[in-house]
């Protein structure tokens, strides 16, 4: 569904990525995992057109969206729930979901969609006229990725979902990605430092150092890595 | 005490004139973050469409005024939304990604090439704009007198004011404007394309800018190619005072300052007039730089 060749992104003279190539699956669950600075959220957002690409290529079913403009990508198919959750904080909590449909006409498809991230987020119903940036950073995740989902897209960018949130609350949003994935079909792309949750539920990873891909394969054998167990998942 | 009330009347109808011409500033703000100082020769440019169009329009009306201003009005509205939209185009929009203060001289550099190019194309003399609102008044007693033009004024600013309130805050597009002038990157992971947000935003400051010349021009009739320098700065002024980026704010800021002048040239001295803005200027940036309703902008990490 997704398949990146050989992707090059340079900050000036710094490369963010250095020539990864990666594949996403209809209907998968695909993690990347790696420190801070490693070139995650870069990838993330050369996918949906918020950074340039020095070389390399972007398809997504068959179709070349390399260097597509951000909110032409969107209308292909492609969500992202930006790494720091960027919630509109002037906006209600409605109206947050309603941007996320922005490109949609059909009010009762938004109307039903909107039940449905209500149904998997009951919390954001509770605030749902409460501006953004009045919601604690866990609620403002559930936001993130239910404004995401009412463009009711073929694929979803999740960029780091457990960033700044407790334990508690980490576990319920994975738990809600997984139902993601099953009940809808959600094809899936998370990008991730708590490689402990992202490999749980991912089906299959790549781990990512200064750029480049290190190691990738089933979430089973990679989460038995002795590398990874040590880098990732701080067991000695 | 019929004076007091005789100078809010006739302050607050200026006042509501430099508030819709604040609230074109303080939206071009929101959005792109930095002053549009072109904003006041498009209210120029307004009044000359309008100076130009009204005897036109009058005689195809057959003389009606109900029926011929608000076709002046819109023609107006639209030829100074194609202007702003093309100077948004041509002279800001190539420089968006450069730093703020390089689209700033140009908005200066704009703003003179209007005032200049106005002088050549209607030339440097006054002209006299032609009634649009009929002479007389609603009110004449012994106390007060409010001449039809004060309420035509009010009533026409405060009901665009309105009209901009609901577009802003129940249309699609108006929260689309609100979530691009929080974050144009994330707005535009939603599928919002920020040109034409940012030309939309054009097209509703241009637009309340025409309003404003019509109505000011029909106050003071005498219009001339550098008209719009005061009457634009008063109007930032207002918008700072309000808290720049908060339309409520600016409508306030206006209605404070028109006030304001004509109680300092009512009361103390005319020559005064124009030195108050300024000096409001001065003391919301020495005391409350974010203004009356503004904000504090959290930088952004």
Redesign the interface.
Known sequence: MLEIVDLEVKYGAIAALQGISLSVKPGQIVTMIGANGAGKSTLLRAV???VGITSGKILFDNANITNL????I??RGI??A?E?R?I????TVK?NL???A??RDDKDGIASDLERVFSLFPRLKERIHQSGGTLSGGEQQMLAVG?ALM?RPRMLLLDEPSLGIGPILVKAIFSTIVEINRELGMTILIVEQNAHQALKIAHYGYVVETGKIILQGPCVEIARNELVRKAYLSES | MSELLQQIVNGISLGSIYALIALGYTMIYGILRFINFAHGDVFMVGAFIGYYLTPQIITLAGGNLLVAAPIILAVTMLGCSILGVAIEKLAYRPLRSRPKLTVLITAIGVSFLLEYGGQLVFGPDPKLFPTLIPSGSVVNTEYIIIGTNSIVVIVTAFALMLLLRFIVFNT?MG??M??V???H??????????DTIISFTFILGSSLAAAAALLYASIYPSINPLMGIFPGLKAFVAAVLGGIGNLAGAALGGLILGVTETFVSGYISSSFRDAIAFSILILILLFKPTGILGRHEREK?
């Open positions: 949906s057109g918020l403009p951000a909110h032409r969107v209308g969500s992202h930006p720091g960027m509109f904080a002037n906006l109206e309603e941007m996320g922005y490109l404004r463009a | 699609k929260t689309a609100r979530a002038s929080f974050d990157r994330v707005a535009s992971l939603m599928g919002i394309n920020i990490v």
